[in-house]
């Protein structure tokens, strides 16, 4: 069965530090790959996504995700975090088969420090 | 805002009681996906429809169903409602019925005592 990993439970970072969260997968086949972000009290939105092509994807915000397909890894970055950035982070990933669903990571809890 | 719609945003219900949650997808979408996320299972699937029929089921426990209209907004009923049922119930809606972006409505948070 297909799953996901994500290595850090809680990341607390001062402002303007580099934010790296890790995503690993198991899966042998073709995945689309997407991150999504759950500010306290809200909804989940789509950070960004990768189907195919360039393996450095870049999403809203200034965040940005590398596919790498031998690692079975799909970090999460950004250069430089905002207090803003505060909130839930929730990689997933789908097979792009038969069936649409996503299989979501347990999350990372990102707090930064003003 | 996501285009995706539930109603309503908060539910408190008695043991044993059932519940409908409604969604309204983005216009155009015609897959809806249902997922509850909890503190301890995290974001579980639980069933998607595509244009009216059930696609793909995931972890969806026997007491709860779910269907999707004619007009494609989804209906997720929980029945004989339990303490641990307790949790947050995401809709997402995408266009195609695999592999594509799927993007959340604001959840319906259940809150069972």
């Given at each position: 069965a297909q799953s996901v990993s994500q290595h850090n439970h809680h990341v607390i970072l001062s402002e303007a530090a580099s934010l790296e969260l890790g995503c690993n997968y198991s899966y042998g086949g073709t995945v689309n790959l997407f991150w999504y972000v759950q500010y306290p009290g809200q909804h989940l939105q789509l950070l960004l996504?990768?189907?195919?092509?360039?393996?450095?994807?870049?999403?809203?915000?200034?965040?940005?995700?590398?596919?790498?397909?031998?690692?079975?890894?799909?970090?999460?970055?950004?250069?430089?975090?905002?207090?803003?950035?505060?909130?839930?982070?929730?990689?997933?990933?789908?097979?792009?088969?038969?069936q649409g669903n996503l299989i979501f990571g347990k999350g990372t809890k990102l707090s930064v420090k003003p | 805002d996501s285009g995706v719609t539930q109603t309503p945003k908060h539910l408190i219900t008695a043991t044993g009681q059932r519940v409908t949650l409604r969604c309204s997808p983005r216009s155009g979408d015609l897959?809806?996906?249902?997922?509850?996320?909890?503190?301890?299972?995290g974001l579980?699937?639980?069933?998607?429809?595509y244009n009216g029929e059930e696609r793909?089921?995931?972890?969806?426990?026997?007491r709860f169903s779910a269907q999707q209209f004619?007009?494609?907004?989804?209906?997720?009923?929980?029945?004989?409602?339990?303490?641990?049922d307790s949790?947050?119930?995401?809709?997402?809606?995408s266009v195609t019925p695999?592999?594509?972006?799927?993007?959340?409505?604001?959840g319906t948070r259940l809150t069972v005592l």
């Open positions: 996504k990768y189907f195919s092509g360039d393996p450095l994807v870049k999403g809203i915000k200034g965040f940005e995700a590398e596919f790498i397909k031998s690692k079975f890894s799909f970090n999460l970055r950004k250069p430089s975090v905002q207090w803003s950035d505060t909130a839930e982070y929730f990689c997933a990933v789908n097979s792009g088969g038969s | 897959s809806v996906y249902w997922y509850q996320q909890s503190l301890d299972q579980q699937f639980l069933i998607q429809y793909a089921k995931g972890n969806i426990l026997e004619p007009d494609l907004h989804s209906e997720l009923n929980l029945s004989s409602l339990e303490l641990g949790a947050l119930y995401f809709c997402a809606s695999s592999g594509g972006t799927q993007y959340f409505g604001p």
